[in-house]
């Protein structure tokens, strides 16, 4: 069965800071991953995908993830943080027509 | 386009009771998936709909159940409420079932149980 996880709980970075927000999988074949957001009172939005192909995958709000298939990881991160992308992150992974399974998620404060 | 809406948004029910929730996807969206997500187990997968049919299922109880509608709409039930099903329900659709397709998630509706 395949698994997702998020080894951070949160992740702290200063403003104009690049971040980094981890994530490892485990499937048995190859994996769709993706990158939600959660703001407070919110329901996810999707910010990014890998389906196949290159493996840097640029989503929204200046975003990007990613894929290395030797490690099994699928990173996220930005050149530049803001204090307004404070925010719970979830990285998900699916294999085949399977339930899509999401990792516990990871805080990331972003500070002025 | 219109996002998912999810209703009501609020609930407040006392244990023994019962309870459904509806979920309107994005227009033109077949698959529509519900999670309950709590600060302990996190996102956890419930059910998956696509054309009226199940197609995916999580580990809950039979007392959570579901159904998706011709038009797409969906509900799921609780019977017997716990007060551990206190919690964020979301629900999400998606074009069609399963494989690279994202899934747009409603605002969610929250449950407390008494």
């Known amino acids: 069965a395949q698994s997702v996880a998020q080894p951070e709980d949160q992740v702290n970075v200063a403003e104009g800071n690049p971040l980094t927000v981890k994530c490892t999988y485990s499937?048995?074949?190859?994996?769709?991953l993706f990158w939600y957001v959660q703001y407070p009172n919110r329901g996810l939005q999707f910010l990014l995908k890998?389906?196949?192909?290159?493996?840097l995958v640029k989503g929204s709000y200046g975003f990007e993830a990613e894929f290395n298939k030797s490690q099994t990881s699928f990173h996220l991160k930005k050149p530049s943080a803001l204090v307004s992308d404070s925010a719970l992150y979830f990285c998900?992974?699916?294999?085949?027509?399977?339930?899509?399974?999401f990792g516990t998620g990871t805080r990331l404060l972003v500070s002025p | 386009k219109a996002g998912v809406t999810q209703t009501p948004r609020y609930l407040i029910k006392t244990r023994g009771q019962q309870v459904t929730l509806s979920c309107s996807p994005i227009?033109?969206?077949?698959?529509v998936s519900w999670y309950q997500q709590t600060p302990g187990q996190g996102l956890q997968f419930l059910f998956e709909y696509f054309s009226e049919t199940q197609r995916n299922k999580g580990n809950f109880p039979g007392r959570f159940s579901g159904r998706q509608f011709s038009n797409s709409r969906s509900e799921m039930n609780v019977s017997t409420l716990e007060l551990g099903d206190s919690a964020l329900y979301l629900c999400?659709?998606?074009?069609?079932?399963?494989?690279?397709?994202?899934?747009?998630f409603g605002p969610g509706t929250r449950l407390t149980v008494l």
């Open positions: 499937v048995s074949g190859n994996p769709y």
């Open positions: 890998y389906i196949t192909g290159d493996n």
């Open positions: 227009s033109g969206h077949r698959s």
């Open positions: 999400a659709s998606s074009l069609v079932s399963g494989s690279y397709n994202e899934q747009f």
């Open positions: 998900a992974v699916r294999e085949g027509f399977q339930k899509l399974v």
